[in-house]
Protein backbone atom coordinates (compact mmCIF):
# COMPACT_ATOMS: atom_id res chain seq x y z
CA UNK A 1 0.00 0.00 0.00
CA UNK A 2 0.90 3.82 -0.55
CA UNK A 3 0.17 7.00 1.04
CA UNK A 4 1.17 9.86 -1.23
CA UNK A 5 -0.12 13.27 0.23
CA UNK A 6 0.64 16.77 -0.43
CA UNK A 7 -0.46 19.15 1.94
CA UNK A 8 -0.33 22.49 4.21
CA UNK A 9 -1.59 21.03 7.35
CA UNK A 10 0.73 19.59 10.37
CA UNK A 11 0.78 16.11 10.04
CA UNK A 12 0.59 13.49 13.48
CA UNK A 13 3.96 11.48 13.10
CA UNK A 14 3.16 9.25 15.67
CA UNK A 15 -0.39 8.33 14.29
CA UNK A 16 1.33 8.15 10.10
CA UNK A 17 4.18 5.49 12.04
CA UNK A 18 1.38 3.75 13.55
CA UNK A 19 -0.33 3.36 9.90
CA UNK A 20 2.41 1.97 8.47
CA UNK A 21 1.82 -1.31 10.77
CA UNK A 22 -1.43 -1.31 11.75
CA UNK A 23 -3.06 -4.61 10.91
CA UNK A 24 -0.07 -6.10 9.26
CA UNK A 25 1.36 -8.52 11.64
CA UNK A 26 3.83 -10.07 9.22
CA UNK A 27 5.68 -6.52 9.87
CA UNK A 28 9.08 -6.73 11.64
CA UNK A 29 10.34 -3.01 10.97
CA UNK A 30 9.07 0.60 10.51
CA UNK A 31 11.53 3.19 10.06
CA UNK A 32 10.44 6.51 9.34
CA UNK A 33 12.28 9.86 8.55
CA UNK A 34 11.08 13.56 9.41
CA UNK A 35 12.64 15.95 7.94
CA UNK A 36 12.46 19.37 9.76
CA UNK A 37 12.88 23.51 8.80
CA UNK A 38 15.99 24.33 9.77
CA UNK A 39 16.79 28.07 11.42
CA UNK A 40 20.08 28.94 10.01
CA UNK A 41 20.99 27.82 6.27
CA UNK A 42 24.19 29.24 4.56
CA UNK A 43 25.46 31.22 7.66
CA UNK A 44 21.74 33.23 7.46
CA UNK A 45 19.41 33.00 9.85
CA UNK A 46 16.20 31.55 8.26
CA UNK A 47 12.76 33.22 10.05
CA UNK A 48 10.41 31.56 7.64
CA UNK A 49 10.13 29.22 4.49
CA UNK A 50 7.69 28.70 1.65
CA UNK A 51 7.48 25.65 -0.42
CA UNK A 52 5.86 25.58 -3.39
CA UNK A 53 4.63 22.67 -5.76
CA UNK A 54 3.31 22.09 -8.99
CA UNK A 55 0.03 20.28 -8.38
CA UNK A 56 -0.54 17.09 -9.90
CA UNK A 57 2.81 16.75 -11.51
CA UNK A 58 4.43 16.58 -7.77
CA UNK A 59 1.80 13.72 -6.64
CA UNK A 60 2.75 11.60 -10.04
CA UNK A 61 6.61 12.02 -9.11
CA UNK A 62 6.20 11.14 -5.30
CA UNK A 63 4.33 7.89 -6.78
CA UNK A 64 6.91 6.94 -9.10
CA UNK A 65 9.52 7.30 -6.55
CA UNK A 66 7.46 5.20 -4.35
CA UNK A 67 7.02 2.46 -7.01
CA UNK A 68 10.46 2.37 -7.77
CA UNK A 69 11.23 1.75 -3.56
CA UNK A 70 8.67 -1.10 -3.93
CA UNK A 71 10.28 -2.62 -6.89
CA UNK A 72 13.65 -2.57 -5.57
CA UNK A 73 12.75 -4.35 -1.90
CA UNK A 74 10.07 -6.00 -0.22
CA UNK A 75 8.21 -3.86 1.69
CA UNK A 76 4.13 -3.95 2.93
CA UNK A 77 3.45 -0.19 2.80
CA UNK A 78 4.69 3.37 1.62
CA UNK A 79 4.13 6.66 3.24
CA UNK A 80 5.64 9.91 1.68
CA UNK A 81 3.80 13.17 2.87
CA UNK A 82 5.32 16.65 1.70
CA UNK A 83 3.81 19.88 3.45
CA UNK A 84 3.68 22.68 1.04
CA UNK A 85 2.93 26.92 2.53
CA UNK A 86 4.57 28.65 4.88
CA UNK A 87 6.36 27.31 7.37
CA UNK A 88 8.27 28.37 10.43
CA UNK A 89 11.52 26.85 12.47
CA UNK A 90 11.67 23.66 13.18
CA UNK A 91 8.01 22.83 12.14
CA UNK A 92 7.98 19.15 10.07
CA UNK A 93 8.28 19.40 6.44
CA UNK A 94 8.17 15.64 5.30
CA UNK A 95 7.50 12.53 6.71
CA UNK A 96 8.77 9.47 4.69
CA UNK A 97 7.90 5.91 6.23
CA UNK A 98 7.86 2.23 5.47
CA UNK A 99 7.42 -0.83 6.65
CA UNK A 100 9.17 -4.44 5.55
CA UNK A 101 9.11 -7.80 7.20
CA UNK A 102 13.45 -7.46 7.81
CA UNK A 103 14.80 -3.99 9.27
CA UNK A 104 17.51 -3.98 6.12
CA UNK A 105 14.92 -3.72 3.11
CA UNK A 106 13.20 -0.85 5.39
CA UNK A 107 15.60 0.92 6.48
CA UNK A 108 17.37 0.91 2.56
CA UNK A 109 14.08 2.17 1.19
CA UNK A 110 13.48 4.53 4.09
CA UNK A 111 17.38 6.65 2.87
CA UNK A 112 16.69 5.67 -0.93
CA UNK A 113 12.95 7.51 -0.63
CA UNK A 114 13.95 10.78 1.40
CA UNK A 115 17.31 10.76 -1.08
CA UNK A 116 15.42 10.48 -4.60
CA UNK A 117 12.55 12.81 -3.08
CA UNK A 118 15.09 15.59 -2.51
CA UNK A 119 16.05 15.14 -6.20
CA UNK A 120 13.49 14.07 -8.46
CA UNK A 121 10.00 15.87 -6.72
CA UNK A 122 9.71 19.25 -7.73
CA UNK A 123 9.17 21.24 -4.81
CA UNK A 124 10.50 24.96 -4.78
CA UNK A 125 11.78 26.52 -1.59
CA UNK A 126 12.35 30.31 -0.73
CA UNK A 127 13.48 31.70 2.41
CA UNK A 128 13.06 34.91 4.48
CA UNK A 129 16.08 35.85 6.35
CA UNK A 130 16.76 39.24 7.73
CA UNK A 131 18.28 40.41 4.33
CA UNK A 132 14.98 38.99 2.78
CA UNK A 133 13.70 36.17 0.98
CA UNK A 134 15.70 34.05 -1.54
CA UNK A 135 15.00 30.86 -3.55
CA UNK A 136 16.87 27.96 -2.44
CA UNK A 137 19.16 26.16 -4.63
CA UNK A 138 19.48 22.24 -5.23
CA UNK A 139 22.26 21.07 -3.26
CA UNK A 140 25.16 19.18 -5.01
CA UNK A 141 25.16 17.00 -1.75
CA UNK A 142 21.37 16.02 -2.13
CA UNK A 143 22.52 14.93 -5.86
CA UNK A 144 25.35 12.63 -4.38
CA UNK A 145 22.90 10.83 -2.06
CA UNK A 146 20.95 10.14 -5.27
CA UNK A 147 23.58 9.23 -7.48
CA UNK A 148 24.55 6.03 -4.92
CA UNK A 149 21.09 4.34 -5.89
CA UNK A 150 21.84 3.98 -9.58
CA UNK A 151 24.40 1.76 -9.64
CA UNK A 152 22.25 -0.70 -7.72
CA UNK A 153 25.31 -0.63 -5.13
CA UNK A 154 23.22 0.30 -2.32
CA UNK A 155 20.24 -2.87 -3.09
CA UNK A 156 21.92 -4.97 -0.86
Known sequence: MQRIRVQRDLFD??????????????????????????DIN????????????????????LVAI?????????LED?????RVGELAPQDPIVFVGVSSRHRGEAFRACEFLI???KTRA?????????????????RGTDDDAARRWVDGSTDL
Open 78 to 82: ISILH
Open 122 to 138: PFWKKERTAQGERWVDA
Open 66 to 74: AEEAARRWD
Open 42 to 61: EGAEVVAMTLEHYPGMTEKA
Open 115 to 117: DYL
Open 13 to 38: IAEEQKILSRDKPQVGAVVTFVGLMR
